[in-house]
């Protein structure tokens, strides 16, 4: 409602006199609201939501950080205390200041906190204010505060000055991350590795490329493929850390960002209770590191079950970055790369500025050094002795500097004065030419740095980032693992914890139908494929009751894309047609679509039906119905002279005559090739895909074997669900009679042991060095011949020979793998060289072997293994050169 005070008139047409707290103007409440909402909206966009591009803290952040300094003197302050002087700066609540302060706290770079904060990893709150104390961290007050350099404006009610920014000499926003909702915009900044964002600046500043990526407090794992510079439309995956402890037994050590060991046991649980996952139980063992156990019920494979924890728990989620930042007063997107280039640019800016400052100062001491020497020296003091006024000292002590105005940097002003007539008795009696001589030869060798610094500031950015790497790098190396993850298809690694019926008759089939005929196990997200008599078959949903089509011949769990389920139909072709057989796999179908495995004649049928998992081709007894002029009624037929084509072919002729009987003769066989298997290195994942190095044609039982630096083995079958150790160091396909060499260092003694041996065939991780007793692997090679090059360490060896080569297969016999071995030497060694063997390897178990054919065959038979390389046994370069044209292996010891 609006009041027009040109529509009030009193009775004789002039305007009345309008009291105090009337309306004089139309006031329209739309336009009210539109400037109250954008005024809002901007309030809260850069008062409280928004981090700065300059210095990377919230208003909140900042006012706390500024807090703290002026309470700074190097003890513990409560945090009830530090939360009511902010509030002189800070027009909110205690609770939102605490809050702001607790999570700063948390990310353990700008504050050092003492009692508890609570945890981020179990999501554990902290204590109250009163209970806890915190003070600025030694990093916070060397990057973050110069009153000289910061710009102050007025607080919120006038009586105090707060910092417009902090002058931070360091990338603040990348190295913490920061999130925060506004009013239609949003902000989320992941964290970055506080020493990769050092050497990106310096990077920036030498004019090179670089790259930064996300790493989180919490560890795990994070596929970044798709980070996309931290802006909008980006997407980070994360996974916690899950190792095997046990056939029965996964261990969670690490989580997600932004989960927490609470959240993470209960997803766990509800995906249990849907049937997703079957467990047994689950434990949180979690103090100082995350450590939850998850006890699988027995049968269950723990690789799927891994799968599935990402398939359907917290134990992977997707971040999505939306990197917005306030710059010159206004909200403006722009990705992390732009950030840290704006960041290191103020950093040089600071730094040119605190030099300039610094320099100015410098400039003054030597200046008043000067003056000081001057006076004193030359007796200019004397001068002031018969003057009686302010006036008289003054000029006196200016006629006396005048012979030497040109030994001074500037003129003298009325400050110099000041402090000349300070000058106490004492000093002037006491003072020392040399020593002055000294002080301010001092000062000139410092304005020289600083103007070579000045003059060189990129040098000098460059190396005042080292200084912070170097002073408070250590502890801040990269806890999460950037890994790219492989697509986990849900379907693929539920658990079955649903029964599957049928009624074939009614063609009925579901969960639910528990007193008709079970099928088999199955998830309650699998599709089912149905086969029915007159040649149709479709593909449905699982559900408890669904109609599938009457006369069901076969019903089973569908897998997409399944290229080695074979199956193999006879069929008639209409009433009176054609036998007709044919051998097809079914990939790619649209669900409860009806298709058609015959010609489509009416009132054909089917009259033999078999699926095959692995491809099999069994051989069928064919009898036809007795017919005038037919010489052979019954015969045989393989299904393995069949090719294996597509649905949609309307197969081959078996007879034209009708058929009486078919019954299976003989079991199938498989009749698909053997599989090739890679293994993919970038996410430590096998696949048949092509993708990584070659591991082998696997077929029936054939299995892998993966060496871990911690000195076990472990033989898996080829299953591409199969998880692999994080320390492996070697994998290659198994083969029984493959001899291994190994060599390994005992802790006490020091001494290094070398073995050769047969790899025992067991499901069971094997310690093949006595790694329990703290024996170090030095290396493993599938080699069982080589030839060793020692070099000893003749600092501490003063006689013989620098260096000895031995043959392993001379040197030490075939053992077992339980054997500790042969000791190499008793002398302490510097260095060992692994120089491959082009000999094939002698036959251990199998005499027959192929002794026949060339070595350059035999070797390039047996395929390659990756070697996930290990940086503590790394070659360095500049080494001496292989011998005898073989390969050499070079590992610098440990001594």
Partial sequence: MSVDDENITNGNGDQPELESGDLKATIHLSDMYESWFLDYASY?????????????????????????????????????????HTMKYHPHGDASIGDAMVQLGQKELLIDMQGNWGNILTGDSAAAPRYIEARLSKFALEVLFNTKTTKWKASYDGRNKEP??????????????????????????????????????????????????????????????????????????????????????LVITEVPFGTTTGSIIDSVIAANDKGKIRIRKIDDNTARNVEILVHLTPGVSPDQTIDALFAFTECEVSISPNTCVVENGKPIFMGVNEILKISTAKTVELLKRELEIRLDELKEQLHFSSLEKIFIEKEIYEGIKKCKTDEEIDK??????????????????????????????????????????????????????????????????????????????????????????????????????????????????????????????????????????????SVVKVAEKVFVGSNIIHIGVFQKNDERTVYNMIYR????????????????????????????????????????????????????????????????????????????????????????????????????????IWYDDTVKRLNADERGLLLGDFSGDDKIITFMQSGH?????????????????????????????????????????IKRFLAEGTDRKVDFIGAE??????????DGNPRIEMIFDMKQKTRGAEQEEIMA???????????????????????????????????????????????????????????????????????????????????????
């Fill in 573 to 676: 072709d209409g009433k009176n047609g054609k036998i007709m057989v044919k051998r097809f796999s079914v990939m790619g179908v649209t669900r409860d679509k009806e298709y058609n495995l015959t010609k489509g004649t009416p009132d054909s049928k089917v009259l033999y039906f078999t699926a095959n998992p692995n491809g099999e081709a069994e051989v069928v007894h064919i009898e036809l119905k007795p017919k005038p002029r037919i010489k052979k009624i019954s015969y045989d037929f393989d299904f393995s002279t069949l090719e294996i084509k597509g649905r949609g072919s309307i197969g081959n002729t078996l007879s034209k005559y009708a058929v009486k009987k078919i019954e299976q003769r003989k079991e199938g066989v498989s009749t698909l090739a053997s599989r090739k």
């Fill in 713 to 753: 083995y472990k033989i898996t079958s080829y299953d591409l669900a199969t998880h692999f150790e994080e320390d492996m160091i070697m994998i290659r396909k198994y083969t029984s009679d493959q001899i291994y060499m190994a060599v390994y260092q005992e802790p006490e003694s020091k001494l290094y042991y």
């Fill in 809 to 895: 297969n001379e040197f030490i016999g075939l053992k077992n793998y339980k054997a500790k071995g042969r000791r190499l030497t008793t002398h302490p060694v510097k260095k060992i060289n692994l120089i491959e063997s082009m000999i094939p390897e002698e036959p251990s178990a199998s005499p027959q072997v192929i002794s026949d054919q060339p070595k350059e065959k035999i070797i390039s038979k047996e395929p390659k293994e990756t070697i996930v390389k290990n940086p503590a046994t790394e070659p360095k370069k500049n080494e001496e050169e292989p011998k005898d044209g073989g390969d050499t292996i070079q590992m610098e010891l440990p001594l």
């Fill in 773 to 782: 007793n703290g024996n170090k692997l030095i290396f493993v090679t599938p």
């Fill in 164 to 249: 417009v920014t902090l002058p931070a000499k360091f990338p603040l926003l990348l190295a913490q991350g920061g999130e925060g909702i506004a009013v239609g915009l949003a902000s989320k900044v992941l964290p970055h590795n506080f020493l990769e964002l050092i050497d990106s600046s310096i990077k920036i500043l030498q004019g090179k490329e670089f790259e930064i990526l996300p790493d989180f407090p919490t560890g795990g794992l994070a596929d970044v493929s798709k980070y996309n510079f931290g802006l909008r439309g980006g997407r980070v995956r994360l996974r916690a850390k899950i190792s095997q402890l046990d056939k029965k037994t």
């Fill in 396 to 537: 006196a002590i200016i006629k006396g500097f005048r012979p030497y105005s040109n030994l001074l940097i500037r003129p003298i002003n009325e400050e110099d004065i000041r402090r000349l007539r300070k000058i106490p008795i004492e000093r002037i009696s006491k003072f020392n030419s040399v020593k002055a001589d000294l002080v301010i030869k001092n000062i000139i060798s410092e304005i020289e740095e600083v103007r070579n610094h000045l003059d060189h500031l990129i040098d000098f950015t460059i190396e005042y980032f080292r200084q912070i790497r170097k002073k408070y790098g250590k502890g801040k190396e990269r806890k999460t693992e950037l890994r790219s993850f492989d697509t986990i298809e849900a379907v693929k690694v539920a658990a079955a914890t649903q029964k599957l019926y049928v009624n074939r008759e009614e063609g009925f089939a579901g969960t639910g139908l528990k007193k008709d005929e079970f099928v088999c196990d199955c998830s309650d997200i699998d599709d089912i494929i149905v086969f029915r008599e007159n040649g149709m078959f």
């Fill in 44 to 84: 809260v966009i850069l008062e409280r939501a928004v981090p700065e591009v300059v210095d990377g803290l919230k208003p909140v952040q900042r006012r706390i950080l500024h807090s703290m300094k002026e309470l700074d003197d190097g003890r513990y302050n409560k945090v009830a205390n530090v939360i009511g």
